[in-house]
């Protein structure tokens, strides 16, 4: 759901330079703007935004980002046009879900999804999810979605992958033990890799006990419209807990 191979890179903040947060971080790759957005999508920016963009605070228990303390915190990187995350606020309504997506044209579409079936428990940042992970206090998330992340394929390009051991590391630190991250892609080289990463981390463990656990899309876990255009192969589905070894 990020950004394509070739694209150049953005910073995680809505200002055209990083800051130095970011530059001590990396930047992400991807798309920022796209399309002009209609009228009444910039209307939606302008209005409704506001009252859902979630504003950084280092240390805030995330609970608080929510007018209604909810009992957990889930958090959707890269969330696209929003169809999961929608699903899953719509279906744990006492769970507050925050959703992080730099390209503007899928935070517009969440927007429009969200004028049309409002739900309280969703919150947007329109930027880098990083950002959100190292402003977290220790043991705050319940679940972590990675879905269908930009493969970026090219060797050269490999270093913009979102998952990374470091990125690992600050999810570890910031989700509770039994806590899970879960993992799509229909890239089998996108696949390898984050395999490798995260059998490698022990604070993650893979759930999985046969290959049907991993080829088969649970049934919480609803279909995006990326997952059925089917670009690369077959989706595969991974589930792994957090440990309470760190």
């Known amino acids: 759901m990020a950004g394509s191979p070739g694209r150049r890179p953005i910073s995680p903040t809505r200002s055209s330079a990083p800051s130095e947060a970011a530059r001590q971080r ?6 920022r703007k796209g399309p002009k957005l209609s009228a009444h999508q ?5 209005t409704l935004l506001p009252r859902l963009e ?12 929510f007018s209604d ?13 929003g169809e999961h995350l ?6 744990h309504p006492h769970v507050g879900l925050i959703g992080a997506e730099p390209y ?14 409002p739900v309280p428990n969703i919150r947007i ?3 880098d999810a990083r950002e959100i992970v190292a402003a977290l206090p220790d043991r705050a998330l319940g679940r972590v979605f990675i879905l269908f992340p930009d493969p970026w394929p090219k060797t050269r390009h490999h270093k913009r992958r979102f998952v990374q051991m470091d990125v690992l590391d600050a999810l570890a630190r910031a989700m509770k033990p039994g806590g899970e991250l879960r993992f799509a892609t229909d890239d089998a080289g996108y696949l390898a ?33 990326y997952e059925a255009k089917a670009l690369h192969g077959p989706p595969v589905f991974l589930r792994f807990v957090r440990t309470p070894i760190v």
């Not at 910039?42 to 302008?46: E, G």
């Not at 929608?86 to 279906?91: E, G, R, S, V």
């Not at 503007?104 to 079936?117: F, H, P």
């Open 69 to 81: 303390a909810p009992d957990d915190v889930w958090l959707e990187i890269g969330f696209g046009a």
């Open 42 to 46: 910039q209307h939606l920016r302008d």
């Open 125 to 127: 940042h329109e930027g």
């Open 193 to 225: 890799w984050t395999l490798e990463r995260l059998m490698a981390h022990r604070a993650f463990a893979w759930t999985a006990q046969c290959a049907q656990d991993w080829l088969s899309r649970p049934s919480d876990w609803p279909q995006t419209r």
């Open 86 to 91: 929608l699903w899953q606020a719509q279906h």
């Open 104 to 117: 503007e044209g899928g935070v517009a579409k969440l927007l429009s999804k969200l004028e049309r079936t």
């Open 26 to 31: 990396g930047l992400v790759y991807g798309r």
């Open 54 to 65: 979630l504003h950084v605070e280092p240390g805030r228990d995330p609970r608080n980002y």
